[in-house]
């Protein structure tokens, strides 16, 4: 459930920010399949991605982080 919540908010803050999922993946020095087991909840990301992810978006760990009444 929380790889699932991460996954949307990093999936749709990427496509908020115009990368596409290869162009974000390469920019995290991570593989695609890596990114999109994150954005489909198949795969929780550590602390370490998260403040990779939101370092290349722009934005902090709070923005990104899913909200606590997110379903």
């Known amino acids: 459930m929380e790889a699932e919540k991460w996954g949307r908010r990093i999936r749709a ?4 920010k115009g990368y596409t999922q290869e162009g974000f993946a390469k920019d995290l020095g ?3 399949s890596v990114l999109g087991e994150v954005e489909r909840g198949n795969r929780l990301p550590s602390e370490s ?4 992810v939101a370092s290349a978006l722009n934005l902090t760990v709070e923005e990104l982080a899913p909200q606590e009444n997110e379903k």
């Open 49 to 52: 991605f998260i403040q990779d």
């Open 13 to 16: 803050f990427r496509k908020l």
């Open 30 to 32: 991570v593989s695609v």
